[in-house]
């Protein structure tokens, strides 16, 4: 959907700023290039912190990549809960939202 382009391409950008963050978290935990972060974050007993970050970027990355899916499949800006449209307002606030507004007032998210 047209009127959805300059969002997906804020997530876009956002997901190669959050990228290169986890890149540079992995950089500073260890000097081995990174390999699958997930497996190396359950793995690693190093710094609490920026294992902190890491895991805050990924849960971040896993929202946008979820919601470049749905526009990918031309689902984006619909609510997975009840199907409706979710209000620009909403979208424009938090582009990367699986739920309209009363969807995540009822689930909490
Ligand atoms: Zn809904």
């Known amino acids: 959907m047209p ?7 804020g997530l876009k950008a956002r997901r190669m700023e ?3 963050d986890l890149e540079k978290i ?7 290039p990174p390999k699958d972060w997930e497996d190396r974050a359950a793995e690693r007993q190093g710094d609490e912190v920026l294992e902190a970050m890491g895991q805050h970027d990924l849960e971040e990355l896993r929202r946008i990549d979820a919601a470049l899916a749905r526009h990918a499949a031309g689902e984006y800006g619909a609510c ?12 424009n606030a938090v582009p990367d939202t699986p739920f309209c507004v009363k969807c995540a007032a009822q689930s909490g998210a």
């Open 3 to 9: 009127e959805h382009d300059a969002l997906i391409a």
């Open 18 to 20: 959050l990228v290169q």
């Open 26 to 32: 992995e950089d500073t935990l260890d000097d081995e």
């Open 80 to 91: 997975v809960q009840c199907g409706e449209d979710i209000a620009p307002a909403r979208l």
